[in-house]
Every structure is written in structure tokens, then in C-alpha cells.
């Protein structure tokens, strides 16, 4: 029995120590696992952050890379915009509300500046938040690092862009960076450079929008090291350099992208840095996170681990359980952090394509349906709306959707929801869930609609309710608009708002704008309106003609942004050296060029013409020497002559004739105007040859000589009518607009000056503008110091003055004469007639006193015309005009300046009495 004890003992010992062998290897191995598990989870969360940093650096580069795109497109359309009328007018308002419209087109932008090849500003545009504009103490920029970077460049190798250190603002003491674009003349030399300066805050804006841990940073950064924007905000990094940094020095140098662990961080903790360079500007976007926050949590984990491993050497079923959900927490937590990605991506390309979609689709319906898709795909929302705050008459608030879903539950809604989709649903019933985010301006989150107190109740039929969320949407303090959602699995909560912050943010952008747009239509209605109330007072024809004026000059900018727009694509696309196109795209790219630079062509000579039409057409008189002109004129034109081999010949240029009184730029235009005629409807290989001289009674001729086909006498009475062109040669019908001859003949006339022509067919034309010399006294230019305040009154004064001048240009020719004679004194009588009639219905206390100044005035006139009518001699026509002309200083300018004052509020009484008169 003792042996059998014994053996018993022995194999129970046995047992019991195979059991401990067992239980120890099955310890050690739960010990193996749970060590391999608890650092596979902080690997894991290192390489997860890692991907998220990365994928968040790559979009935002590919967001700034479009912001510059865009901020050096808005430049180049200022630069050219300058170009064209700037260098003619230092510090023109025109130019500066121009550049304000670019400067207000964008949250980013706090002002526009240009500056000439010496570093002064020559113009400047910052736009007061109330409107108007700051007035900028003028500076000069010579010793900038960005000017002098620009200068050192060539029209090749300038840059699209090209961004200087953050400075912060004296003003308003805001953080901003200058961003600049070099300007070229001609000869493609520097001359200067255009420039706007963007808020910092702007981007740090956006990088707070994601979901960062409280030590990581996301930064905008140049490749030598200046931190240009940063979040969180950090001004100590803005504007001092950190190119020592082994990131800048070794990282960024071996790789445009990728990701950097720094042993030697600014703040003393090991980071690691995701980067990602933009692709044509020398710029990085950094996304940089602490080890210690990447594996965030991940100790609690491991202590988690341990705990389970103690239980499971206990109970193994529990450690088996215990094993199974850490390694589903484990897959979570991956899932969770993939699909945190996953969401920011798919934010930013719903903002992305929000934006576009607003660009490129007029209706908002179906701009702000495709929104409401992507925001409940992206929620799980089963239901939704999008909709913008209105007001009625009294200020009541009231909501107009222009998305929401399909929720009809029988034949009557769904036929109401049919009629309504298209033109939007207007909700003025506010006590509901809904309408306590308009009433409240509060978010309201509602995960049990039907207990819920602020909740109406449900129609019977209407689907359930089951959850609601109601966000408000602000431009600025404004409440602009609701997003509503409802019905998403496990309810609403803050993370929802927060994951919709940024795309709230985009909409609020979209319905101002969308606003803005509705009232400038309603602007352009009201304009409708009151040119169909001129219609019905006076001609239609006329009142068509006017209203097509005005409207046009006050559209200039309008139409002319668009189509530089246009073309600086299509240039860039053209000359993308990274992604050339092939010889179709190529051919097809020219095609746009050509097409729109045709068309911006008869757009300015439209524009040209409607300013004139409509009187707003402001002329700058003075001594302009015509030499300089004709030379600028010809640097100009030189390219497109020499590409057809035509000869320009300058015999006027060194000519000594005297300076001429006129406006330089407008001069100008109508002078190219002929030049490049002459070069377009020339001859390859052909000639052109400009000449001038002085001839009595003191006016300068310039002409302009071709060798081209000539016009037919069949059209050349036509020549100077507005969208004339000669039909016989197909070159000169594809070629001209048939606008600019007739813009420059009513500019010369405008300025006392002239336009004429001789041709014959097959022997080439000759163009000539006369221009009174700067000592002529005979002629008067109209311009804005001249006018009296009352329009009727200062149309007649600019008709009188018309004829005045033209009398000085045909001193010898007497039928001419004799026409322009009779006119005039006829027109000057009507006149006087017609400003007696004003003063009546405006109530001009000293009537009867101007009326006995016009029958002594009307008398004078009277025994001149019987002169000419005897004699017809040149000399009394002369004697008319000196005297017409000092009844306008002596008369006009001094007496009849009194009118307005008692013009004001009596405008349909004006053109009525007017229109019974005529």
C-alpha cells in the first residue's frame, strides 16, 4: 500500500507539475502574446498618426498651391487692368476700386498695392470694412526682400509668385505676408511689381478646423526656413528664420515630401514632422506631432493588457475573452483613426467641390442639392435641409429652403413637394424643432423629437422622427442660413457639429455670396425698370440706345475681368512647362488666344463707345508732346509687324513740332488704332509710313501711310460708321471689329481734333488725326471742370462746343462753312430756348433777368448770321466763332452755374418740359 501511496504521490506530482509546466507555458505564452499585442498598439498608433499627418500635409499643400494660384491670377488681371489705363492715371480711383473688387473678393486679402521699377508706390487699394478706402502713406519697398528678389528676375524666370516674410501691420497690428508678382514692360523689362497682402489668420483659420492633439502643429512654411502660418497661432515662430533646423537643412533638401523625425525640435520635444512641398512655389505645409501624443493612451492600454493577463492566469476563459475584444478595441481604435482620415479627406473635396460647383452653377438648387447629398452620405443622415435666412416686410425672420429631402408620405405632399423643389420651400412657421435654430440662433440637438417640447408634433402619415439636428450657419454675427439632418443612426451629438464645422463654414461663404449676387440682379432689374420708364417717355429707340450706354460703361469691369480671365488660363496652360500640350491641345489653346483676344477687343471698343454715349467719358487735357506718343505707338505694334515682314517708317518722330493739347491717352488709343490697322490690313512684306505737320490755323496733322489693298469708293463713305468693315477682301472682314474708327472719330471730335482718310483701290490708304497745337486758342475741350451740373443743359453746351471747333478746322472751306454756320447759330438759339424752359420748371428766381441776357445775346448772333448770309466770308465765320466762344467763358460757365441749385429733385419735370419743347 505504501508503494502504491507512494506511486500515487509520484503521479500526482507529476500531474501537478505537468499542469504547472502547462499552466506556465500557457502563462508565458498569454505573457508573449500580451507583450507583443501591448507594442504592436503603440506601433500601430505611430504609424496611423503618421499616415494622418501625412494625408492631412498633402491636401492642404494641394489647397494653398490653389489659393497662390488663384491670388496670382487676381494679380496678373490687376497688372494687366494697369496696364491698360493705370500708367495713364497715377492713383486712378478707377484703378483702385478694380483692385478693391479683387481685394474684396476675398477673406484672405487685406489690400493691393502696385509699385513701380524704383520701389514707389503708384497705386494702392485697401478697402474700409464700412466702404471706401484707406488712404496709404506712400512708401518705398527698393530695400525688400521680396522686390529685390523680383528684380533680379527675368520675364522667363520671374515666378507665378512670390511670397515675403509675415510682417504685422501698424494699423490693425494683424499678421500679414506679402505676396508679389513681377511686372515686365514691352521690352520685358522689370518695372515693377503688384502686390497683395494675405491674413495669416486666414489660413491658421482653416488648419484649426481639424482634430489635432494639444501639442501637434500645422504650419505653412518657405523652404529656407520662415514660418509663413501656423496653428496653433505662434507669432514668435512669423518671420525669423529657421534654416539651421535639420528639417529645413537635410529633410526638405533630400525630398520634397515625406516625413522627418527631429532629434533637435524648436520647443526641446522629439517630433515627428509629415511634409508635403507644394508643387511650383517654393513652399512646404508641415504637420508635426510628438511621439508622446502619437501614443497617447497607450501605457492605459498596456496597464488594461497586464490587468487582463493577471485574470487570465486565473480564469482562462476570461483571459480568452479578455484577448478577443482587446484585439477588437485594437482593430476599433485603427478603424476609428482610418476613418477620422477618411472624413477630413472627403470634407475638404465636398468645400472643394462646393466651391466649383458655385463658379459653375448658376442655379442654386442644384448646387446646394449636391451639398445636401454629400453632408448626409457623409452624417448617415437619413433626412435633410438646406436652407438661408430671409426677412419679410416687418423683420421677421423666415426660412427658405433651396434643398431638402423627399419625405412625402401620401399623394398631397408628394404633390407639393413636385410644384416647390424647383423655385424652394419657404417655412414661416418657426414653433418647431427647426425653427428654433432660426428663432434661437442656437444649435439644437434633439435625439427624442417626440418628447421633445420644442417639437410640434408630426401630421399623421409623416414618417418618424427618430432623431434631429438643426446648425446654424454665420457670416460673421449675421445668422445667414440652417442645415437640418435627421435621422441618423445612434442620434446627433457635438462631434457631428464639430465634423461639419468646416463645411459650415464654406456654406455661410456660398450664401453671402449668393446673396450678393441676388442683389446685384436685383440692381440690374431695377436698372431694367427704369429704362423701360425712359422708354415710355420719350423715343424707344433713343431711350434703347441710352440705357445700352450706360448699362455698358457701368459694366466695364464686369466684362472685361471675365475675359482676361479667360485668357491668362488658356496662357497658362500654354506655356505649362511640367504638362505640355500636345500639338491639338496646342492648336486648340491658340484658337481660344485668338478668339478672345478679338473679343476683348470689341469688348473695349463697345465700352469705349458706351462711355462716350452715355457721357461718362472723362477727358485729362494737357500739353502732351505727339513725337512721344507716335514712338510708344510703334515699340507696340513692332512685334506684329515684323512677324509679316512690313517695314514701319518713322519720319514724324524727329521732326521738332510743338507740344498739342490733348488727352494723352485717348490720343493715343485713336493713333494705335491706325497704326495697327495699317499693319493688319497690309501687305506681307509692306510698308507703313508715319508723317505729320503743322498747318494753319494751329493744328498738328499725324498720318499713316499702307501699302495695303485699299478701300473700295463703294465703301469708303462708310468708313467711320460703327461696325463697318469692307467686304471685298476676306483678310480685312476676319480682321477688324468695325468699331475702333468710329470710337477714335468720336474721340478726335471730342477733343477739338479730326480723323480723315484717302484711298484707292489696290494702292493702300492713308489715315491722318489733327490735334490743335498747345497755342491754338480757337477750340475748347470738353472735360468735367466744364460742366454746369444739369445734364440737358451740358449736352447742349458739348453740342455748341462741337460745332465751335469745327469751324476752326474749315476756316477756308466756305460750303462747309455754310452749313456749320447755320447750324451753330440755329442750335445756339434753340438752346437758349431750351435753358429758359428749365429754369421755368425749376422755379429760377432771376428768369426774366437771363432771358434779357439771351435776347441781347440772340440779337448779336442774329446780325452775325445776316453778315454771312451777305458776305460768306471766312473772316466773319472766324469773328461767329470767338464770339460764341466768349459768350461760353463769359456766359455759360459764369451764369448759367446757378442752375443746378434749383435743378435738384426736378429731373421728370426737366425731360418733359424738354420733350414738349422739342
Known sequence: MGDHQTAGASHSSNLNRNILILLGLVVFSIWVLIAYGVTQVRQDRVETATTVAQNMARSLAAHTEATFETISLHLQVIDETYSQMGPLAPMSSDVTAIMAHHVESSNALYSANIFDADGDMIQSAIPKPGGGYLQPNPINIVDRE??????????????????????????????????????????????????????????????????????????????????????????????????????????????????????????????????????????????????????????????????????????????????????????QQRNTLEQQVADRTRELTIIGALRERFITEPDPYTLFDSLLKDIMALTGSEYGFIGDIRHKADGSPYLKCYAFSNISWNAETSRFYEENKATGFVFEKLDNLFGAVVTSGEVVISNDPDNDSRSAGRPPGHPPLRAFLGIPVFWGDKLVGEIGLANRSGGYDQGVIEQLAPITAALSQIITARWQLEERDAAELALEDKTHELEAARDEAEKANLAKSQFLASMSHELRTPLNAVLGFAQMMQFDPKNPLAPAQEEHVENILDGGRHLLELVNGILDLASIEADQLVLYPDFVNAQEIVEECITFTAPLAERRGIDIIDNFSAKPFGEVHTDRMRFKQAF???????????????????????????????????????????????????????????????????????????????????????????????????????????????????????????????????????????????????????????????????????????????????????????????????????????????????????????????????????????????????????
Open 146 to 331: 521680396y522686390f529685390k528678389a523680383l528684380a533680379a528676375t527675368t520675364k522667363a524666370t520671374s515666378p507665378p509668385v512670390f511670397v515675403g516674410r509675415p510682417i504685422q501691420g501698424r494699423v490693425t497690428g494683424e499678421w500679414i505676408v506679402p505676396v508679389a508678382r513681377a511686372r515686365f514692360d514691352d521690352q520685358s523689362a522689370f518695372a515693377g511689381l503688384v502686390m497683395f497682402t494675405v491674413k495669416l489668420e486666414e489660413f491658421g483659420g482653416l488648419y484649426k478646423t481639424f482634430d489635432l492633439s494639444s501639442d501637434a502643429s500645422v504650419a505653412l512654411a518657405r523652404k529656407d526656413g520662415i514660418f509663413l502660418a501656423r496653428n496653433p497661432f505662434a507669432p514668435l515662430f512669423f518671420g525669423k528664420s529657421f534654416a539651421d533646423n535639420p528639417f529645413f537643412s537635410q529633410a526638405l533638401k533630400a525630398s520634397p515630401h515625406g516625413v522627418f523625425e527631429d532629434p533637435h525640435a524648436i520647443d526641446g520635444k522629439r517630433r515627428i514632422i509629415a511634409y508635403h512641398s507644394l508643387e511650383n512655389l517654393p513652399l512646404t505645409m508641415v504637420v508635426t506631432q510628438t511621439k508622446a501624443s502619437m501614443v497617447a493612451g497607450w501605457l492605459n492600454d498596456a496597464m488594461i493588457a497586464i490587468v487582463t493577463g493577471l485574470m487570465a492566469t486565473v480564469v482562462l476563459l476570461y483571459f480568452a475573452r479578455s484577448l478577443w475584444a482587446k484585439a477588437n478595441l485594437v482593430i
Open 672 to 918: 494705335l488704332n491706325l497704326l495697327s490697322n495699317a499693319v493688319k490690313f497690309n501687305r506681307d512684306n509692306g510698308t507703313v509710313t508715319i508723317d505729320g505737320a503743322e498747318h494753319e490755323p494751329g493744328f498738328l496733322t499725324v498720318s499713316v501711310t499702307d501699302t495695303g489693298a485699299g478701300i473700295p469708293e463703294k465703301d469708303q463713305s462708310n468708313v467711320f460708321q460703327m461696325f463697318h468693315r469692307a467686304e471685298s477682301d476676306a483678310m480685312i472682314t476676319q480682321e477688324g471689329t468695325g468699331i475702333g474708327l468710329f470710337v477714335s472719330k468720336l474721340l478726335m471730335e471730342r477733343m477739338a481734333g479730326g480723323i480723315g482718310f484717302e484711298s484707292r483701290e489696290d494702292a493702300g490708304s492713308t489715315f491722318w488725326l489733327t490735334l490743335p497745337l498747345a497755342a491754338n486758342d480757337k477750340v475748347v475741350i470738353w472735360n468735367e471742370d466744364l460742366s454746369v451740373g444739369v445734364d440737358a443743359i451740358d449736352k447742349d453746351h458739348q453740342i455748341i462746343i462741337k460745332m465751335m471747333n469745327q469751324l476752326a478746322h474749315t476756316a477756308t472751306d466756305v460750303a462747309t462753312l455754310n452749313t456749320l454756320v447755320n447750324e451753330l447759330i440755329d442750335y445756339t438759339k434753340h438752346h437758349f430756348r431750351r435753358e429758359e424752359a428749365v429754369m421755368e420748371v425749376c422755379g429760377y428766381p432771376d428768369l426774366e433777368e437771363h432771358r434779357r441776357l439771351h435776347r441781347e445775346l440772340a440779337d448779336q448772333v442774329t446780325e452775325l448770321e445776316r453778315e454771312w448770309n451777305a458776305y460768306q466770308d471766312p473772316r466773319i465765320a472766324d469773328r461767329l466763332r470767338a464770339f460764341l466762344q466768349h459768350l461760353w467763358v463769359n456766359h455759360f460757365l459764369e451764369y448759367d452755374r446757378k442752375i443746378p441749385d434749383y435743378a435738384v429733385g426736378n429731373t421728370h419735370k426737366i425731360r418733359r418740359v424738354l420733350e414738349e419743347l422739342n
